[in-house]
């Protein structure tokens, strides 16, 4: 069992930065895929970004276009800990951010990938 927990969103200005951060539990964490996952009121869940183990220490990181150049999501295996930076935050990235973990391979960019998801964390952006 895996639980994750999110931290760090709020209310930032258009054009201001953001950390998040999600604290995760779990023996394996290093070879998890780990996703960022964001709602909007009125919408559907749709995939940030993601970083995903290739073996070793080798992971790979993939955007959604419309956060590329601004968004940077990094993972600290000894702490087990999972950060999104956001930065040149956009009033169109307001949304309840969710941090979520797949033990078992599948596609990075699909919610019904992963296994294991944290409660989410609202995040703000006035302009």
């Known amino acids: 069992q895996v639980q994750l927990v999110e931290s760090g969103g709020g209310l930032v200005q258009a054009g201001g930065s953001l950390r998040l951060s999600c604290a995760a539990s779990?023996?394996?964490?290093?070879?998890?895929?780990m996703g960022w996952f964001r709602q909007a009121p009125g919408k559907e869940r749709v995939f940030v970004a993601a970083?995903?183990?290739?073996?070793?220490?080798?992971?790979?990181?993939y955007y959604t276009d419309s956060v590329k150049g601004r968004f940077i999501i990094s993972r600290d295996n000894a702490k087990k800990m999972v950060y999104l930076q956001m930065n040149s935050v956009k009033p169109e990235d307001t949304a309840v951010y969710y941090c979520?973990?797949?033990?078992?391979?599948?596609?990075?960019?699909?919610?019904?990938?992963?296994?294991?998801w944290g409660q989410g964390t609202q995040v703000t952006v006035s302009s």
């Open positions: 779990g023996r394996t964490f290093s070879s998890y895929t």
């Open positions: 979520a973990a797949n033990d078992y391979g599948g596609a990075y960019y699909q919610s019904g990938t992963y296994r294991y």
């Open positions: 970083l995903t183990w290739s073996g070793g220490s080798t992971y790979y990181t």
